[in-house]
């Protein structure tokens, strides 16, 4: 269960989801019974009859910044950035510029010392490459963020291909959670697109109280296992926060007898970084490079709604830990089967 080719699938491209549902709660949803293996087929909206009363949903407030960013070199040729640390980068200035660490997609390598010319009159300077990614200084006053929320894309995941929807402003909302307000993300906790307002009344109405943290999901949640061995994998860090009051909901609930239902793996890797051995939380923010694979035991998380997932990928594995690696591969065996639509514009899963 250690070899990356455990974890993987046969997916067929015509299930990988290109567009999000109609309605944010008109997905499917397939239920995994942790204790029991068994597989029940249902619809979002029937997510309440699988919860109960006292539960603490916990949700990943991050807010995808439209870090994608179009332009040209010197020369001409065309360039395209992906801002990659926002939420850290913002609050770094050097000399009137703004410093991120990026990705660059460009005909050749760019070197240090080039000047890139974006849409909307952004600006910016290589300053140097660092692996494969780049520390781009961008020319930038206090207006540099809005001009960005105005001239930035949505990165959408590469898998979908197709040009962004309505030039980039329905992607700009439905690629986005309904509790996003923390802004500092490369890519959507997919597992929540699915929740509306209303939904998330109704399940506060009917007893369960919802809770919030924040995990900036990074280029390091998609970065593809390149090792044979998945434990000699390692992932990058991404910056976390974990309120007060969130700790004192999910200690309050465990303490009696509530169970911890995380919406999505970056959720249930807050949750799990934070955990103490006593089975309780403690409130913080830092960063959480924790890898969850087979053989992990969970400490708080005692469901989870998710996605799913690519083929030989770290959040395969992460489910894969929570409910066992054959029955993961069951479940996505009858998915494919049953044409469920996968990724990050696809179906629901919920494993209790």
Not at 68 to 88: H, N, Q, T, W, Y
Not at 117 to 141: H, K, N, P, T
Request: glycine share 10%; charged share 25%.
């Amino acid at each position: 269960m250690y070899q990356l080719s455990d974890y993987d699938y046969s997916l067929p491209d015509h299930l990988i989801a290109q567009q999000p549902a109609p309605r944010r709660d008109g997905s499917r949803l397939m239920v995994v019974e942790r204790v029991s293996g068994k597989l029940h087929h249902a619809q979002f909206p029937d997510l309440p009859q699988w919860l109960r009363p006292g539960d603490l949903l916990v949700v990943n407030n991050t807010r995808v910044v439209p870090g994608r960013l179009l332009g040209r070199k010197p020369s001409g040729g065309k360039v395209e950035a992906l801002i990659l640390d926002f939420a850290e980068g913002i609050g770094h200035r050097r000399e009137g510029c703004y410093l991120f660490n990026c990705l660059l997609r460009a005909s050749k390598r760019v070197k240090p010392g080039t000047h890139l010319a974006f849409e909307g009159g952004i600006s910016a300077e290589v300053v140097a490459a660092r692996g494969d990614s780049y520390q781009l200084a961008f020319a930038g006053d206090a207006d540099f963020e809005s001009r960005l929320e105005r001239i930035g894309q949505v990165p959408l995941p590469p898998y979908i291909k197709r040009p962004p929807k309505g030039g980039g402003a329905e992607d700009r909302r439905r690629y986005q959670t309904v509790y996003a307000s923390r802004k500092g993300a490369i890519a959507a906790p997919t597992a929540g697109l699915h929740f509306t307002p209303a939904m998330l009344a109704g399940l506060r109405d009917g007893g369960l109280d919802v809770a919030e943290v924040t995990l900036h999901v990074g280029y390091g949640t998609f970065k593809p296992v390149r090792v044979a061995d998945i434990r000699e994998h390692a992932m990058h860090a991404e910056s976390y926060y974990l309120p007060e009051k969130t700790a004192a909901a999910v200690n309050r609930t465990r303490e009696a007898g509530g169970r911890i239902v995380a919406v999505g793996t970056t959720t249930v890797r807050t949750l799990e970084y934070a955990a103490r051995r006593q089975g309780q939380v403690i409130a913080g923010h830092g960063w959480c490079d924790l890898f969850i694979y087979p053989g992990y035991t969970f400490k708080i998380v005692e469901a989870m709604i998710t996605n799913f997932h690519l083929p030989q990928s770290t959040l395969l594995m992460l489910v894969s830990a929570f409910a066992g690696r054959q029955r993961m591969l069951r479940a996505y065996r009858e998915a494919v089967a049953r044409e469920y639509r996968f990724f990050s514009y696809g179906d629901a899963m919920l494993i209790a």
